[in-house]
């Protein structure tokens, strides 16, 4: 990456094309960036301070709480994690293990099941720069990139030119929507939109493989059989085909069986690739040291066993949703996530009950209601580190401006130390 360039940590995309001006403490000028991220860069409209049940506390008395919170705890959460870079999400995992923590992030109800598919090798998966460069069929598939990732069909998926794509998008690429609704990213697909009802995803994916396979397919959603041959037919002909699958495909089917034979039926036909269409700007790096260190990407439980031995447990039963709902846990660390104000109050109502650490660079529905808040410098902008895009492929995130708040990572050392 050129010196002059900085990394936008709006979402998963990770553009690294990002040219700033600053006086060093300030931004006072965006280029490159979608609007999203133009916001994400200008940082806070309301940064968090430091406190200790509401009161305004200093750093070392709140960080001080925060471990006595998690040492006195049964059973403490740490959840998040989403928006840290790779160097905090390995510090959270240190501080798990000496409290025997549950740790999850919010990849445990997105998309985590492909996520986990691709890092056990049943699903085959590219980079964005492949795609860039190579892709002729790209399908979005209960995704609408054209707002939720504002620059990828732009800057990676269909209008580029790549190098084996040189007349781009009007001669070179066909790109196809599936989605229940006709959305900006399927208006711009045109004639290749497939609208299909609530949760008839998996119905589709059938049809589908048989179609690859042959055979005349039948869907019970009123889809004439010409138009999914017509849909099998195109994506046989891919030379470099990808799947960008976004939460409404993830949402409608119970496992991810289905999808894996699709791409397993595309791959004795064809050329494709599957890329989840990740949010949080390094949801991928929660998954990634976690798996590599324990074989699982989230939902994990670093107990021990009768005889006092650590064990790493791991299921569904250990999942935030799960144990907040079912009241199992009596402590929290929330670190760059809102659960207060994203799930559902009947299993957010649990963190009322409980004492919260809140870590995040801003005031959130959470941080509200925390026992202890401790902010942290705003990754990619205020601390550096490392994050992995939603292809995997990792990027460094250089530090833009000077801050006095402490890293998400050096957070978690000062805790350790305590511990
Ligand atoms: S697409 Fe995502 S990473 Fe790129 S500038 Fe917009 S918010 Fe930032």
Same mark, same amino acid.
């Given at each position: 990456?050129?010196?002059? %360039?900085?990394?936008? *940590?709006?979402?998963?995309?990770?553009?690294?094309? +990002? /040219?700033?001006?600053?006086? @060093?403490?300030?931004? =006072?000028?965006?280029?490159?960036?979608?609007?999203?991220?133009?916001?994400?860069?200008?940082?806070?409209?309301?940064?968090?301070?430091?406190?200790?049940?509401?009161?305004?506390?200093?750093?070392?008395?709140?960080?001080?709480?925060?471990?006595?919170?998690?040492?006195?705890?049964?059973?403490?959460?740490?959840?998040?994690?989403?928006?840290?870079?790779?160097?905090?999400?390995?510090?959270?995992?240190?501080?798990?293990?000496?409290?025997?923590? %549950?740790?999850?992030? *919010?990849?445990?109800?997105?998309?985590?099941?492909? +996520? /986990?598919?691709?890092?056990? @090798?049943?699903?085959? =998966?590219?980079?964005?720069?492949?795609?860039?460069?190579?892709?002729?069929?790209?399908?979005?598939?209960?995704?609408?990139?054209?707002?939720?990732?504002?620059?990828?069909?732009?800057?990676?998926?269909?209008?580029?030119?790549?190098?084996?794509?040189?007349?781009?998008?009007?001669?070179?690429?066909?790109?196809?929507?599936?989605?229940?609704?006709?959305?900006?990213?399927?208006?711009?697909?045109?004639?290749?939109?497939?609208?299909?009802?609530?949760?008839?995803?998996?119905?589709?994916?059938?049809?589908?493989?048989?179609?690859?396979?042959?055979?005349?397919?039948?869907?019970?959603?009123?889809?004439?059989?010409?138009?999914?041959?017509?849909?099998?037919?195109?994506?046989?002909?891919?030379?470099?085909?990808?799947?960008?699958?976004?939460?409404?495909?993830?949402?409608?089917?119970?496992?991810?069986?289905?999808?894996?034979?699709?791409?397993?039926?595309?791959?004795?036909?064809?050329?494709?690739?599957?890329?989840?269409?990740?949010?949080?700007?390094?949801?991928?790096?929660?998954?990634?040291?976690?798996?590599?260190?324990?074989?699982?990407?989230n939902r994990v439980h670093f107990d021990t066993d009768p005889t006092g031995a650590d064990v790493t447990r791991h299921g569904p039963e250990c999942s935030a949703v799960e144990l907040l709902r079912s009241g199992e846990v009596d402590a929290a660390l929330v670190i760059g996530s809102d659960p207060m104000g994203s799930l559902p109050r009947s299993i957010a109502e649990h963190l009322l009950h409980i004492p919260v650490i809140n870590i995040d660079p801003c005031k959130t529905q959470t941080s509200r209601n925390a026992a202890v808040t401790i902010p942290c410098a705003l990754g990619g902008v205020e601390s550096g580190g490392s994050a992995i895009r939603m292809d995997g492929v990792q990027v460094e995130l250089p530090v833009i401006?000077?801050?006095?708040?402490?890293?998400?990572?050096?957070?978690?050392?000062?805790?350790?130390?305590?511990?």
């Amino acid at each position: 990456m050129n010196e002059k %360039y900085y990394v936008c *940590t709006g979402c998963a995309l990770l553009c690294d094309d +990002i /040219e700033i001006e600053c006086d @060093g403490y300030r931004i =006072s000028g965006v280029n490159s960036a979608c609007r999203k991220g133009v916001a994400r860069m200008k940082g806070c409209q309301d940064p968090l301070a430091c406190s200790i049940s509401g009161q305004k506390a200093d750093i070392d008395a709140a960080i001080k709480e925060a471990a006595e919170i998690l040492t006195n705890a049964d059973n403490p959460l740490i959840f998040g994690l989403g928006n840290s870079t790779i160097e905090a999400q390995k510090k959270a995992i240190e501080v798990a293990r000496r409290v025997h923590a %549950y740790i999850d992030d *919010t990849s445990s109800f997105c998309q985590g099941p492909v +996520i /986990e598919a691709i890092l056990n @090798g049943q699903i085959r =998966s590219c980079t964005l720069d492949e795609v860039r460069h190579q892709a002729d069929v790209i399908i979005y598939w209960g995704a609408d990139p054209a707002n939720s990732h504002p620059r990828h069909l732009s800057k990676y998926s269909y209008f580029p030119r790549g190098k084996e794509r040189q007349r781009g998008w009007e001669e070179d690429r066909t790109a196809i929507a599936i989605d229940v609704r006709h959305s900006d990213t399927a208006e711009i697909c045109k004639d290749h939109f497939y609208q299909i009802p609530p949760q008839a995803d998996r119905e589709l994916i059938d049809a589908l493989t048989s179609a690859l396979s042959g055979k005349v397919p039948k869907v019970s959603f009123g889809m004439e059989s010409k138009k999914i041959l017509e849909l099998a037919s195109i994506l046989k002909k891919a030379q470099f085909g990808t799947i960008f699958v976004g939460l409404g495909l993830v949402y409608s089917l119970s496992d991810m069986e289905p999808l894996i034979k699709l791409m397993d039926k595309l791959n004795e036909v064809s050329n494709f690739h599957l890329v989840p269409m990740v949010g949080q700007y390094n949801m991928r790096g929660a998954d990634q040291p976690m798996f590599n260190e324990t074989g699982y990407i989230n939902r994990v439980h670093f107990d021990t066993d009768p005889t006092g031995a650590d064990v790493t447990r791991h299921g569904p039963e250990c999942s935030a949703v799960e144990l907040l709902r079912s009241g199992e846990v009596d402590a929290a660390l929330v670190i760059g996530s809102d659960p207060m104000g994203s799930l559902p109050r009947s299993i957010a109502e649990h963190l009322l009950h409980i004492p919260v650490i809140n870590i995040d660079p801003c005031k959130t529905q959470t941080s509200r209601n925390a026992a202890v808040t401790i902010p942290c410098a705003l990754g990619g902008v205020e601390s550096g580190g490392s994050a992995i895009r939603m292809d995997g492929v990792q990027v460094e995130l250089p530090v833009i401006l000077k801050s006095d708040r402490l890293s998400d990572m050096e957070i978690f050392d000062r805790i350790l130390e305590v511990l």
